[in-house]
Structures are given as structure tokens and as C-alpha cells.
């Protein structure tokens, strides 16, 4: 003890005491031997214990050397795993930490559940960061790059068996025979786990390369599971009659494509109504919750109809990929994520058995193997890629992209191994063959990458989305508009991300509404499309509007009183509309506004609500109205104004639109006449989609609905005008510098 305590610090020599304690304990349980359900859970506990470290550790080392840190966590696992330091006896572990499950699978059902699951949140990950419109836009290159890659390759690899099956079986062996079918279907996988991870790392998951690499893997995936089944098919029915059952196995291949297709299509497009469905659990944290549940269950299904686990979490997170709530999904599940990945990689490294590869012939065949391994997926992946826009150096990046085989590989050889359809050292050539495509490919596809150079020929035609750009006095003003901003925008239901802190980038998102925001020191800058001009337009106004309000409530004495009775208020919720008419009625609807003042328009239209039963407390929503008319004037331009008011009189968004032909001065900032006026009230402590309304209003009232609206003599005429569905056209009001 001496010694220890010499060479040692405290916490160190606690962990040791702690470690002999644990294998004196179980060295004289005569239950140790035994592998009931709580010696199994408890060998599953530090197992996952010893991976963390060790596969944290292995991360850190070739970090320190410039290599991917996936290989580390590799190169971990075979050092720790059962067949190396794995199973070598310590106090308490006779048969070590990591003993050899069976001959044919080396690791426990419980660590490989773990796996499994690993891998699940992996693929569904991978699937909420592609980006949609690129993956559809390269759907088509990809499907060629999957293809072509595993028909290259498993034409290779069983004709390489068949050149060699006489020095390695001592017979000559046919096109059809199972190690030649086998070691065919091997070479065809692809890890698009492994690569995924390089092409995150490297910030390229939504490059023209990284697109096509993830939709040439699930294509590549799809059609090694339809090889694998058509494989023990035409295996299956030789050893029965000596003849294959090609129709038998065509069924086969169509059920796995139309599966795999089905399923892809429906969460598309069925992609917007899971993200409500997972909206109303509100709580973020729920949300991501579900979003796995949703993942886990379509991965057991696709189990099931034979396919694999790892397709059915790409197919959802695919799907919601294009939901505004998918960076919610993965901030939430990150911690799962580092939790869990490090383990299946090093799991992945735990199956490599190096010592199989003694004999001669399997080193030679092991190595011509491998190298028409990796020339097939460079080849068959990489050519395609040429005559569809890719140059040399896209090429490249695509062919060594899809060259890792990992976890695919070896699953599909432990089957052939476990089914005695591969003998031993032949298992041993699948795992030389994985080990070497896994490490090659990550550094090179590093240093392909590490230059920003194109990969295409012709740079990619963008579509070109206005820029709004907003100038205030200063920094400091810039910064609390965009506080204020956000603020109006998370009441309108957008979920708000930060893409880098240090730049001050940031993205709006609302159902398929994706807004980017950049602050520009004291400039406000806006990325979206024509139709969101509008909404953002209006957004704008209302937070000068409420900042100028602000300042003027600023220079009196705060009411500590109200402002604590107002965090007390109720808050509840309002559902979001999507049409015009879900909001207005032909009660509310006036063609001929009697008053001749800003005044009496609005109390006139007050009016027409009180009447109609929609104000609680008739003097609360004049008072709100009123001062927000003090804090900046609601007429716009081109004869419309807009007097609106947040209320707790009313329970939900509640409008009157009225018409003044003759025109009124409202204080427009055209300094025209006003003749359309549009008064909403809206639920001071409650969500409500009042800028969403608005744009709506701004893109109905455009020129010809305008023309059209005062011409209207009845309230139905007013009501057709503004509820059909038409094209806006120009005239919209704007306060923006583009």
C-alpha cells in the first residue's frame, strides 16, 4: 500500500480500493458463475462504464494526431474488446471484463441491444440534419452512386471468391455457391454511419457531396438488405431442390423496395402533421422524447418487414427534417447522442477478431480481397458521379465516402457465420476488409475535404431570396430590437435557433416557414422568401411601434403593483389560423363607416365587435387601442390603417374591417387619406397570430384588392373579396431597405 499511496493520488487509490473491494466480493459469491438476470445487468453497467472511457480516451488521442476521432473510438474498441485485453482475467473477472460471448457473436445480447439502439439514434440524427431539398434535388445522382456501387461490387467480390476458392476450399466453387454469394454481399455495404460522422465533423453534411453520399448509402443499405435476402433465398432453395426460386425471390425484392419507398413518401409528406402531433406535448423536452419514440417504433417495423432498423430511423428523421421543430429535436437529444455513439463505434471495434488472420492464404486472399473492396466502391460510386456535374475531386470525396463498411459488413457476415454459411477464417477476411476500408477512408476523406474546393463543375443555381435589411442609430438599439423581435416572433408560435453566437446568426422557424436573421452590428439583416416579406415587414412595424412605446412608458414611475399582478395572469393558449375567414365574419364587416375622424372610426368599429359579443370589458379595449395609436399612428399607405390593440378583454384574436370611401385622416405616413381600416384586438397574456393575420391582410389588400374592396357595397361582397383565394399582387406596404 506503500507504494500505491507513493505513486498515486487520492482519488486514484479510492478507485483501486474500490476495484479490489468489487473482486474480493465477487471472487467468494458463489453465485459469480452463474449468469442470472442481475450478474448479466451488472457485467452490461461496467462494460458501458469501461467503453465511455476508453472510447473517450481513444477520441482524444487521434484528435491529438489530426485523425478523426471515430477511429479512435474504433481502435479502442479492438484494444479493450474479447478478443485482445477483453478477456484477460483480473480480480473479480476471471474471464475478464469483455469475455467471448459464443463463437459466432463475441459480445453479449445486452451490449448489443445497446448497440442497436446506438445505431438508431445515429440514423435518425443523421436524418433530422439532411438537408431535404438538396437530398431530393441529388435523389436521383444518389440512386446512381447506390447502384452502381453495390452491383460493381458484388460482382467483385464473388468473382474474387470464385479465383480464389480452390487455394482457400480446395474446390472450385460456383457463381452461386454461399461463400461466393456472401463475401459478395459484403463487399456491397456501406457504413453511412462512419462516413455521416466524418462529414458532420467536417461541417459537409449538406454539401453536393454529402447529400449524394447519404442518398447513395440509403439506396446502397436498401439494396445490400434486398441481396441479402435474395442470397439466402436462391441458398435456401438450392439445398431444398437444387433449383432457385427466382420468382419467389423477385417477390422478395419487390416487398423491400416498395417498403422502403412507401414509407419514405408518406413521412414527406405527412412530415408537417407529425410535427403538430409532437407540438402538442409543447414542452421541448417531450417533443424530442416522442420524436425518438416515433423513430424506435418505425425501425422496429421496418425490422420486421424484413428491412433494417438503421433505415426506418434515417426514413423519420428524414421526414422530420423538414418540420420547424427539427434543430429542437436534436438540441434535446444531443446528450443521448454523445451518450450512446461512442459506444456503438467502439462496440464496432469490440467484433474485430485480428487473430483469425494467421494463416497465409486468407492474408493473401484477405488482401486481394480488400483492395477490389475499395476499388469497386471508388469505381462504381465514384464514375456516375462524373457525367452528373461532379468533377474529379467530387468524385473522389463521393467514391471514399461510401467506402467504410462497418457495421453493415459485419452484421451481414456474423449472419453468414452464425447460419454456417461462412467458415471462421472467411469471417476473419470480412473483418480485414471492414478494419481497413473503416480506417483508410476517414482520413482521406478528411484531407479530400480539407481544401474548399468545388466538387462540381458548374457552381449550384440558387434560388435568390430578397434580403431586408433594417438600419437603426446604433449597436445597442440593433440589439434590443432583436431581443424584441424574437420575442414577438416566439408569441407567434416560430421556434428560434442560434446557428453561431459569435457571428449573431440565427433562424426563425414556423412549420415550413424558414426565416434566416443576422445582426450586422447596427443593422438587422433578413433571408427569406418573397412571400415572408410581408410577415416580416409587418413584425417590424409592430416592434417600432412597441419600442417606441417602451421608451415613452420608460421616462414615468414603473408600477411594481401591476407589473406583479401581471405575472400572475393566466396565460392560455389560441390556435393558429391559416385563412382570412377563420377570422372575419360578414357581422363584422362595415361598407360604410359613418364616422368622419381617426376617433370615431375606431369607436365605431368597437362598436360593431361590442355588439357582436366578442369584447369582454368595451372601455379596456378602447383604452388599449388608444394608446397604442398615442405610441406611433396605425395609418400606413395607399388608404389602409390598421388600429389594433393587445387586450385581456377579448379571449382570442377578434377583428372589424370598415370602409370609408370619402377617406379619413388618420396620420398616415403616406400623409394621405385613409379608406380601409382593418381594427384587431388581441389577448395581452395569450399567444395569438396576430402578425400572421396582418401579413395575410397586407397581401389580400394589394392593389386590385383594394379597387376591389371599395367598390364592395354589402358586407357578403366585402367578405368574397377578402376570402377568395387569388395571386397578390404589387402595392404592398413596406418600411424596409433592400
Known sequence: MKTIKSKFPVVPKLFIFMLLVTGITFANS?????????????????????????ARLGNIIFDQIHLPGVLGELTAGIIIGPYLVGAISIPGFPNGLFPVFTEQFPISPELYGVCTLASIVLLFMIGLETDIKLFIRYSAVGSLVGISGVLVSFFVGDFLTIVFSKMLFGVSLGFFSPSCLFLGIVATATSVGITARILSEQNKLDSPEGVTILAGAVIDDVLGIILLAVGLGIISASKVSGNVDWRHIGVIAAKAIGIWLTATIIGLLTSRKIGVLLKWFKDRSSISMMALGFALILSGLFEEAGLAMIIGAYVMGLSLSKTDINRVIMEKLNPIYSFLVPIFFTVMGMLVNIKLLSSK??????????????????????????FNNFNLRGALRIGFGMLPRGEVALIIAGIGLSAGLLPPEIFGVTILMTLVTTLIAPPVLVALFRQDVSGVRKPLAEEKSPRL??????????????DKLFSVFESEGFFIYTLSQSQKIYQLRKDEMIIGVQNKGSEVEF???KSEAPYINTAMYEVLAEFESTVKELRKPIDVEAIAKRLQAQTTGVGLKSNLSAYISKDTLRPHLKGNSKNEIIDELLDLMNQRGLINDFKAARRAVYNREESMSTG??????????????????VCAIGLKPEGVDFNSIDGKPSQIFVLTLSPETASAPH????????QALDENGRKALLECKTARQMYEVLTKSRQPGKGKFSIIKQ
Not at 449468469?35 to 469501461?50: A, C, D, E, K, Y
Not at 480481397?369 to 469505381?379: D, F, H, N, R, S
Not at 435589411?469 to 432583436?482: A, D, G, K, Q, Y
Open 30 to 54: 458463489s453465485n459469480f458463475t452463474e449468469f442470472n438476470m442481475t450478474h448479466r445487468m451488472m457485467m452490461l453497467v461496467i462494460q458501458l462504464g469501461v467503453i465511455l472511457f476508453a
Open 361 to 386: 492464404n486468407v492474408l493473401i486472399f484477405g488482401f486481394v480481397y480488400t483492395l477490389g473492396a475499395v476499388a469497386a466502391k471508388i469505381i462504381g460510386c465514384g464514375t456516375p458521379t462524373l
Open 469 to 482: 435589411i433594417f438600419s437603426f442609430p446604433s449597436v445597442e438599439t440593433s440589439n434590443l430590437m432583436i
Open 527 to 529: 433571408d427569406c422568401s
Open 636 to 653: 400606413i399607405q395607399f388608404g389602409i390603417a390598421i388600429p389594433h390593440g393587445r387586450t385581456d378583454a377579448v379571449q382570442k384574436l
Open 691 to 698: 402578425m400572421q393575420f396582418m401579413s395575410m391582410i397586407s
